[in-house]
């Protein structure tokens, strides 16, 4: 069955805390994709891969940074959190490698991982 | 570039009613169009996706969805509602290989007893 594990499901931090989700993908996809949930707003992306050690930003990047030394493992970094980023973070996964296949293809979501920034 | 409406932020069905959810798109070449399902306290699944084969599209849990062109829609119906089927559904769409998928604000669907 096909899994994507993200590392946190409820997170609490402070104002200026560097914040790192981590992700991870059973399913040897190529493509990984981060992007943040909040009411009314639907998802958002902030961030994707298509493979190893490449990123692209997507809508929303400001505030955050990406890391996907792994091809299993993608993962979203805050630099210096802030009160603005508390949100639901889900990350994704895609089979078959380039922008064709990341923007056609199924997606397949971890659980999400909760921030709340005080 | 592409945009996705979906029409009200929730739906309440009685259970054993039809399930109607709608969605317009708007896109500027042959769309693929997705209807993804988040259960409480979960990610999103892909409940089912048009990719131009047949416009009518058959999904898991018995969900179905219609691409209409003409009036650039494709809403998720059910003949009969489930207390199971309480969740948020997200409406997606994508054009081609320069095109992210774009998802939908997301209407809660609420089935009452």
């Known amino acids: 069955d096909v899994k994507v594990t993200q590392s946190s499901r409820y997170l609490v931090k402070r104002t200026g805390e560097k914040v790192f989700l981590e992700c991870v993908q059973d399913?040897?996809?190529?493509?990984m994709f981060w992007y943040r949930q909040d009411p009314g707003l639907g998802l958002r992306l902030i961030y994707f891969?298509?493979?190893?050690?490449?990123?692209e930003k997507g809508d929303i990047p400001e505030g955050y940074s990406v890391s996907r030394e792994k091809k299993e493992r993608f993962s979203l970094i805050l630099e210096s959190a802030s009160t603005n980023q508390t949100s639901m973070y889900l990350c994704?996964?895609?089979?078959?490698?380039?922008?064709?296949?990341?923007?056609?293809?199924?997606?397949?979501f971890g659980e999400g991982s909760r921030l709340t920034v005080l | 570039a592409q945009s996705v409406t979906q029409l009200g932020s929730h739906v309440s069905v009685s259970e054993g009613a039809l399930v109607l959810l709608r969605c317009n798109y708007s896109?500027?070449?042959?769309?693929?169009l997705f209807w993804y399902v988040q259960y409480p306290n979960q990610g999103l699944q892909l409940l089912l996706k048009?990719?131009?084969?047949?416009?009518l599209v058959k999904g898991i849990n018995g969900f179905e969805a219609e691409f209409k062109k003409s009036e650039t829609s494709f809403h998720l119906t059910k003949p009969s509602a489930h207390m199971s089927d309480a969740a948020e559904y997200f409406c997606?769409?994508?054009?081609?290989?320069?095109?992210?998928?774009?998802f939908g604000k997301g209407t809660r669907l609420h089935i009452l007893p």
């Open positions: 048009y990719t131009s084969a047949a416009t």
């Open positions: 896109s500027s070449v042959p769309p693929y």
């Open positions: 399913m040897d996809h190529e493509n």
């Open positions: 994704a996964s895609s089979l078959g490698q380039g922008p064709f296949f990341a923007n056609t293809g199924e997606l397949f």
């Open positions: 891969s298509y493979d190893v050690k490449m990123k």
């Open positions: 997606a769409v994508s054009g081609n290989r320069d095109d992210k998928i774009i």
